[in-house]
């Protein structure tokens, strides 16, 4: 990222924390604890890749960490389907936050192409 910008601006890690969030709250009860878990950490690590490689020293390894949060986010979404198959959230809720994780991947791929 250019010097003095932050990444808190970018819209991708502002929806990525949000639904991360979202995550977070919705599965706290969830007995399942090591999908709780294995889901929690796949949607921490969206906004948290982002704002490592935007701290990074150079683009290159800026574009890098973008490809793990792209990488997370796909993760992510496999881990919705399986909660709202399971019957962890429900199926409007499932539905909602994989068009979130399928826009969030879009975007992440917007961004790193910029960035060629």
């Known amino acids: 990222m250019s010097e003095g910008s932050n990444f808190e ?3 991708v890690w ?3 924390k949000l639904l991360a969030i979202e995550i977070c709250v919705l599965l706290r009860d969830c007995r ?3 999908f709780r878990d294995q889901i ?3 949607a ?3 906004p948290s890749n982002i704002s490592e490689g935007a701290e990074r020293s150079g683009r290159a390894e800026f574009r890098q960490f973008l490809g793990y949060a792209k990488g997370s986010a796909g993760e ?3 881990q919705i389907i399986i909660a709202g198959e399971l019957g962890y ?3 409007e809720k499932s539905e909602r ?3 979130e994780c399928r826009e969030l991947s879009r975007m992440l791929w917007g961004l790193i192409r910029s960035m060629s």
Do not use: W
Request: aromatic share 4%; glycine share 4%.
């Open 32 to 34: 399942d604890y090591g």
């Open 89 to 91: 959230v429900t199926a």
């Open 44 to 46: 921490i690590s969206v």
């Open 40 to 42: 929690t950490r796949s």
């Open 97 to 99: 936050m994989v068009t």
């Open 14 to 16: 502002q929806r990525s």
């Open 76 to 78: 992510l979404r496999t």
């Open 9 to 11: 601006d970018l819209e």
